[in-house]
């Protein structure tokens, strides 16, 4: 049997992270070890010490690092992760607030790879039950209950959604994970899209895998999506490689239409002015992290959710 490994990046996690856990612990498919990379808080504390008298696993099968919080990085820290990974065969990027949604997710996970030259698999998102009508809708477009296969042929009919992963539960084969270098060392967001763009221009796939199923979703504020897209704009405008000749406007502008179509259809147009609320917040912080460049070390500062990310990379903020 192929052994797995799960690495969960945590920053104050809560009582999902708990579920989570207990739920890969009785997994079909079982996984071998699980590796928390704690955030630290300010004051120097463990988030994580918080719940760990929760946690029902046996030491043997868990392992928590702490980690400074100007150290974390999206794509450096889980680069870390794997390499406590090292002779796993498979590794399972999870986010502290996804929960399996059943005892198969890891079974189905694992079975993606049996199609051909599958780099990684990534599961599809569930709702949760306190999710907005537009949250839930989301999630029905961008995760559909039907799998596919994606190759570098698929981007022109798919576009930028051809390189679309997510670390919110994605494996990866270990082999290639290594082959291919990992994750960028230094990645403000986007560091499972980057990963899978560079899978498949080497000639690999990407799979998503419907039956693979977590809970996870955010009722973000306008506040909030202004922040997260400001930080995918500047993953986007430092990594043309993957970007440049891909248009991120003209599917957002796909998926407002959609959007606002499928509100009515069910009932819910009351939340189409939050959702267009939404949308201009994350339009507007995706076109001034684009330009980040233009823009002077305040304003970054200001825009960023990710402050720890400038610290630690000063030579981009002039």
């Not at 699980?34 to 120097?44: P, W």
């Amino acid at each position: 049997m192929k052994s797995i490994d799960v690495v969960i990046p945590t920053y104050r996690p809560d009582g999902k992270l708990v579920e989570a856990l207990s739920m890969l612990s009785g997994q079909n498919y079982p996984v071998r070890r699980i590796y928390i990379l704690d955030t630290l808080l300010d004051d120097g504390s463990s988030g994580y010490g918080l719940i760990a008298d929760k946690v029902l696993l046996p030491d043997e099968r868990l392992s928590v690092m702490t980690i400074d919080k100007d150290e974390f990085d999206h794509g450096g820290t889980r680069n870390m992760g794997a390499k406590l990974a090292k002779d796993a065969d498979y590794i399972l990027f999870m986010t502290q607030d996804a929960v399996p949604a059943d005892d198969n997710l890891t079974a189905e996970l694992i079975a993606g790879f049996a199609h051909d030259r599958v780099a990684v698999t990534y599961a599809r998102q569930l709702p949760r039950t306190d999710a907005l009508k537009s949250e839930q809708l989301s999630r029905t477009i961008n995760y559909p209950d039907k799998s596919r296969l994606k190759t570098q042929a698929d981007v022109k009919e798919l576009g930028i959604k051809t390189y679309f992963c997510s670390n919110v539960c994605a494996m990866y084969d270990a082999r290639i994970f290594a082959e291919i270098g990992g994750f960028i060392p230094h990645a403000i967001f986007n560091e499972d899209m980057i990963y899978a763009g560079n899978a498949l221009k080497k000639g690999y796939a990407v799979y998503y895998c419907s039956g693979a199923k977590v809970i996870h979703s955010h009722n973000y504020t306008a506040d909030q999506q202004f922040h997260r897209n400001f930080d995918i704009g500047v993953s986007q405008t430092d990594h043309p490689e993957i970007f440049a000749s891909l248009s991120s406007e003209g599917e957002g502008v796909k998926y407002v239409k959609k959007m606002v179509s499928a509100l009515k259809k069910e009932g819910a147009a009351r939340e189409i002015p939050g959702f267009i609320a939404g949308c201009f917040a994350r339009f507007t912080g995706y076109r001034l992290g684009r330009r980040y460049k233009k823009l002077s070390k305040s304003s970054i500062m200001k825009y960023t959710m990710n402050p720890g990310y400038w610290k630690s990379n000063d030579t981009k903020i002039h």
